[in-house]
């Protein structure tokens, strides 16, 4: 980190609690007599409460979008290209809220908290969550804060399907929804790649059934294996290929030389899998990735997608990238579609970027120019 | 194209087959002019489906439903008849096959409304007689070989497809930036420099 903080950042941040010991029931059932959620937020809330929008994480983020927890900080929060002052996300117009979701494991009650029944750690006990739980926490988050209304709810990826959930659930709590590289649902492809990550971190001898804490470890070959996997879908191959080649970072094929061989994307990942595993817990990661497999916007509308969005009272941006493979553009076109059968208001861009699904994440003059025009007029229409 | 930033002349006249308060889409909607001044006076639910970056942005900073599509893709993805009236102004000429447009226009559509120049204009037929060279003017300001307008026609060849297709033209209008409204009414192949269809399915006897 520089010794000064960026002009356009929001700062240094410090992340606030929120205990709730109303019990929360869950879609799968079981009840959570009490949790807490850590979150962020940056910006003032406006005298009226109009101003404030919702930032839905994806499965590996957490509270923590915008500005920098210290001047030690190498990096900033993960969406801090978007969320600043004068950013697409303006936080001299919008008061931001960000929490990390029920399950996670950056503060937020999840596998690594204890079991109030037991008085160890949840781990695998921890109950299976649902999009629409997440919806829920951040519902009761809202009312916490005084927020009748959000302007926006914001999301990538997964954010992008606890946006959607919002909008059924509760559509008169949002003006607008922006879903930014997302589905109405996984393919078949998308829950194998999650499955065999869950494989991967299931197979690592220090899993043990996920009750590792009680055995003092964790199984870190396993996540880290798992991140791979997952890092993988979320680039390009062509970025890939620009980025890496077949560039070796050592040893050689010269003959007569019989080094071991490394090709330089083989230590980025390794790299990226070693750095997460140290950063997540196990169990959030299977529990996550499910909640991921499980949702399907249109399920309980007779997998109808325009009864579903027929439901809806918000207006709906919503963003693909060209080469994000993981949630490609069809998936967002079919969103689109639905919406306009449903007659909901709708706009829709399909960004050309080379990088992949985590294309929602970077800079891009194209991306970061429609999204600030859309949230600019979200910002006029409560006033801001 | 569909990118000034007061509304043409054609589009101010095509308004009037508009109901307020239906379902519009617009195809190729440029800066989105047209589709606000609808959602202004008329309240209709309009989408633009349009594929220039600048456009989409100036949309996007109107408040209007966007879409980014490309029209030579199609209309698959729309239901049939689930809009009232489909809009294409001065752009069927730039499609591949404008024929097959027009007639997923009458499907997605109850009704559409398409605007093209004309180039049965006297100008346009003066030009080609006496240069001998492809007609560019202040409407239709490219050359041949960079040209989108890849497919031109006349009032007349327009009927005749209409009828070819058994489509019903509901109204039909010229009209000219300038020149006398006289002429255009009687000659309007001749004298109209744009040309606005109204347009729906025949009534099956």
């Given amino acids: 980190m520089p010794d000064t903080l960026p002009q356009d950042s929001v700062g240094l941040v410090t992340p606030q609690v929120m205990h709730c010991s109303k019990p929360l029931t869950l879609a799968c059932g079981k009840t959570l007599t009490e949790y807490q959620l850590v979150y962020e937020t940056y910006g003032e809330l406006n005298a009226d409460k109009s101003n404030a929008v919702l930032i839905c994480h994806a499965l590996s983020g957490n509270h923590h979008a915008a500005g920098y927890h210290s001047m030690d900080d190498r990096k900033p929060g993960w969406w801090d290209n978007y969320i600043g002052p004068g950013k697409a996300i303006d936080t001299n117009r919008f008061f931001v809220v960000c929490p990390n979701n029920l399950g996670g494991c950056h503060g937020s009650t999840g596998p690594t908290s204890i079991n109030p029944d037991t008085g160890k750690p949840w781990g695998p006990e921890f109950?299976?969550?649902?999009?629409?739980?997440?919806?829920?926490?951040?519902?009761?988050?809202?009312?916490?804060?005084?927020?009748?209304?959000?302007?926006?709810?914001v999301g990538g990826s997964l954010g992008g399907?606890?946006?959607?959930?919002?909008?059924?659930?509760?559509?008169?709590?949002?003006?607008h929804a922006v879903v930014i590289a997302s589905a109405m649902k996984l393919s078949a492809q998308n829950i194998a790649f999650n499955e065999t990550a869950r494989q991967a971190i299931m197979a690592d001898p220090n899993f043990y059934g996920?009750?590792?804490?009680?055995?003092?470890?964790?199984?870190?070959?396993?996540?880290?294996?798992?991140?791979?996997?997952?890092?993988?879908?979320?680039?390009?191959?062509h970025v890939m290929g620009e980025k890496f080649g077949r560039d070796l970072r050592s040893g050689s094929f010269a003959r007569g030389k019989d080094d071991p061989v490394e090709f330089q994307v083989e230590s980025y990942l390794r790299y990226q899998g070693d750095n997460f595993a140290n950063t997540f817990d196990a169990n959030s990661y299977i529990l996550i990735t499910r909640a991921l497999d499980y949702f399907d916007l249109?399920?309980?509308?007779?997998?109808?997608?325009?009864?579903?969005?027929?439901?809806?009272?918000?207006?709906?941006?919503v963003v693909s990238f060209s080469t994000d493979w993981r949630f490609p553009a069809s998936r967002s076109r079919e969103m689109v579609d639905a919406l306009i059968g449903a007659q909901q208001p709708v706009t829709y861009v399909e960004v050309e970027s080379p990088y992949g699904h985590d294309a929602f994440l970077l800079p891009s003059e194209r991306y970061n120019r429609a999204f600030t025009l859309y949230m600019a007029g979200v910002a006029q229409e409560v006033g801001q | 194209m569909n990118n000034n930033h007061t509304m043409r002349l054609d589009l101010s006249e095509a308004q009037n087959w508009i109901a307020p308060?239906?379902?519009?889409?617009?195809?190729?909607?440029?800066?989105?002019?047209?589709?606000?001044?609808?959602q202004d006076t008329k309240q209709v639910l309009g989408y633009g489906l349009e594929i220039g970056v600048e456009q989409i942005n100036a949309c996007i900073e109107k408040g209007l439903n966007v879409i980014e599509h490309d029209l030579d893709l199609g209309l698959g993805n729309f239901a049939n008849n689930s809009f009232d009236t489909v809009v294409m102004a001065q752009?069927?000429?730039?499609?591949?096959?404008?024929?097959?447009?027009?007639?997923?226009?009458?499907?997605?559509?109850?009704?559409?409304?398409?605007?093209?120049?004309?180039?049965?204009?006297?100008?346009?037929?003066?030009?080609?007689?006496?240069?001998g060279r492809m007609p560019v003017s202040d409407l239709l300001p490219y050359e041949w070989y960079d040209t989108p307008n890849i497919h031109f026609c006349t009032v007349r060849d327009f009927e005749s497809l209409c009828a070819e297709k058994h489509i019903t033209v509901l109204h039909r209008e010229v009209v000219n930036e300038k020149s006398s409204k006289y002429f255009k009414d009687l000659a309007p192949n001749l004298f109209g420099e744009t040309a606005l269809y109204h347009l729906c399915r025949a009534v099956q006897k």
């Fill in chain 1, 161 to 175: 399907m606890q946006v959607t959930r919002w909008a059924l659930e509760y559509p008169e709590r949002l003006r």
């Fill in chain 1, 210 to 237: 996920g009750r590792y804490l009680e055995h003092d470890t964790r199984p870190k070959d396993g996540l880290a294996v798992a991140r791979m996997i997952g890092h993988i879908t979320y680039l390009s191959d």
């Fill in chain 2, 91 to 131: 752009a069927l000429q730039t499609m591949h096959f404008p024929h097959v447009v027009l007639d997923e226009m009458l499907r997605v559509g109850k009704e559409c409304i398409v605007t093209f120049p004309n180039f049965g204009h006297w100008k346009a037929r003066l030009h080609l007689a006496v240069s």
């Fill in chain 1, 127 to 153: 109950p299976k969550l649902r999009v629409r739980d997440w919806v829920e926490t951040q519902a009761r988050l809202a009312d916490e804060l005084g927020i009748e209304q959000w302007a926006a709810i």
């Fill in chain 1, 298 to 317: 249109a399920r309980e509308y007779d997998h109808d997608p325009v009864a579903a969005f027929s439901h809806a009272r918000c207006r709906f941006f």
């Fill in chain 2, 21 to 38: 308060g239906s379902r519009v889409l617009d195809l190729g909607c440029g800066d989105g002019t047209f589709l606000k001044h609808l």
